[in-house]
C-alpha cells in the first residue's frame, strides 16, 4: 500500500492561511481516494477534506466549507490541502491519509476507517 508524508504546518495568525501538502510513495497506483482528518487536544480525530484519486471529486466537513481546499496533483502523488481564513479552533494535528481500497460509497469518504495507509501528522496552530 501507498505511504504518505505530511508537510506544511505551523504558526499562523486568525484570518491566515497555510497550505499543506502529502506526498505519497510506494504502491500508489494502488490508491483510490485521499483525505485530511486533524485532532485537537482531547477530542476525538475528525474528518476535514477529501479527494478522489481519479475523478477529483471533493468533500468538506462542514466547519471547512467555503474555506479550506483540497487539490492533489496525480503526476506528483501529492495532496494538497490549501487553509484560508484560519480560525483558532482549526487548531490540530493534521493528519493526511490514503484509501488502498474502491470506496464503496460518497460517504465513505468521511470515515477515518475507508483510508488504510497515515501520516505521521503536522501540527497547525492559530493563535488569535
Known amino acids: 500500500q501507498a505511504q504518505v508524508v505530511e508537510s506544511g504546518g505551523g504558526l499562523v495568525q486568525a484570518g491566515g492561511s497555510l497550505r499543506l501538502s502529502c506526498a505519497a510513495s510506494?504502491?500508489?497506483?494502488?490508491?483510490?481516494?485521499m483525505g485530511w482528518f486533524r485532532q485537537a487536544p482531547g477530542k476525538e480525530r475528525e474528518f476535514v477534506a477529501a479527494?478522489?484519486?481519479?475523478?477529483?471529486?471533493?468533500y468538506y466537513a462542514n466547519s471547512v466549507k467555503g474555506r479550506f481546499t483540497i487539490s492533489r496533483d496525480k503526476a506528483k502523488n501529492t495532496v494538497y490541502l490549501q487553509m484560508n481564513s484560519l480560525k483558532p479552533e482549526d487548531t490540530a494535528v493534521y493528519y493526511c491519509?490514503?484509501?488502498?481500497?474502491?470506496?464503496?460509497?460518497?460517504?465513505?469518504?468521511?470515515?477515518?476507517?475507508?483510508?488504510?495507509?497515515w501520516g505521521q501528522g503536522t501540527q497547525v496552530t492559530v493563535s488569535s
Open positions: 479527494i478522489s484519486w481519479s475523478g477529483g471529486n471533493t
Open positions: 491519509a490514503a484509501a488502498n481500497r474502491p470506496l464503496p460509497s460518497s460517504s465513505s469518504y468521511y470515515f477515518s476507517s475507508s483510508f488504510g495507509s
Open positions: 510506494g504502491r500508489t497506483f494502488s490508491m483510490y481516494a
